[in-house]
């Protein structure tokens, strides 16, 4: 069985086709799909934001699973492996890849839910390095999010952000799945974290994940007010509103490490500001096979909070995506092909402990 996106839009509902991927071929593997997450990027997707999509597609960059077939050309991958997808995959080749550098891979064509289809579905079919291994015992729906935020975060303040022990670090949008993910991130790598929110009852939830401050602020001028004085590193994880808040709270030197750009406005610059005070700008985007067994060993020593609000059955696929639409979750979907219909919870209740 397979979710597909006819045409961008919401008009139409995502339609449910039996069938399974194509049998791999090359250096392609097939993974029979145990979870696959929905992400906020699945709705820009489906919205059509990106221009270059094919459709129809099957949408999904966030699924886990086990190889069950292998292509004459695999060499990474053998029959029984559990993993977990990238954003995309990578050529090997190229002068990014070959410096280590896969998430910048200018050759890759496998964007997974863009250009190929993803893990809406019971199985897929992708390119051997689009994968990462997943240890047997981690949970299916931590396994399918763990990338696009832990992962995102990890790069972001590790490789963009060059942080270190003793380092502050500013993360804007703390309570966000990425922002969540980065301030438990930065905590481990003993960094002290200030996190920014937008409204006052998100600061519980991001104190327990380790901030050591939190500024609750809608108006993108919290950098008059951060406690403790200027960061070494800040990773904004919202874009246009906080964008000029967060550089203005770099000590001279700092990093400014674009990951987030939930809204579609443009950000204006000081370029005198980012010139005498001498601070780097990066945008960061998803994360390496390598660093994503950086992150899984994380995870493994002590276990992120990592909320899941809702296990649902792959035909809820559209519903999942709508709920995602509506926001005010206990944290992420994900969408479990095993689950029948009637197992799932009616509506989509939190599950028990699900906020961190
Ligand atoms: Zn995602
Ligand atoms: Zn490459």
Known sequence: MRIRLQAPGWDRDLAVEAGDAPAPSGRQVTVAIEACGVC?????????????????????????????????????????????????????????????????????????????????????????????????????AQAAVLHCTFGTAYRGLTRGGRLAPGMRVLVTGGNGGVGAAAIQIATRLGATVIAQVRRADHVAMVEGLGATAVIVDADGRFHKRLPGGLVDVALDCVGAPTFNAALRSLNVGGRMVAIGNVVEERVELNLGWIITRGVQITGSSGATAEEMAAVVALHAARPFALPIHARLPLTDADRAQRLVAAGNLAGRIVLVPGLAAADAPAGAAPEPGARP
């Open 40 to 140: 906020h990027r699945d709705l820009i997707d489906r919205a059509g934001r990106f221009p270059f999509m094919q459709v129809p597609i099957t949408p999904g960059h966030e699924a886990v699973g086990r190889i069950t077939a292998v292509g004459p050309d695999v060499t990474l991958w053998r029959v029984g492996d559990r993993v977990a997808s990238m954003h995309r995959d990578s050529c090997g080749a190229c002068p990014a890849c070959e410096a280590g550098e896969t998430s910048l891979c200018l050759r890759a064509a496998a964007v997974l839910g863009l250009l190929v289809d993803g893990g809406y579905a019971t199985t897929m079919t992708v390119p051997e390095r689009a994968l990462y291994r997943v240890p047997d015992d981690l949970d299916a």
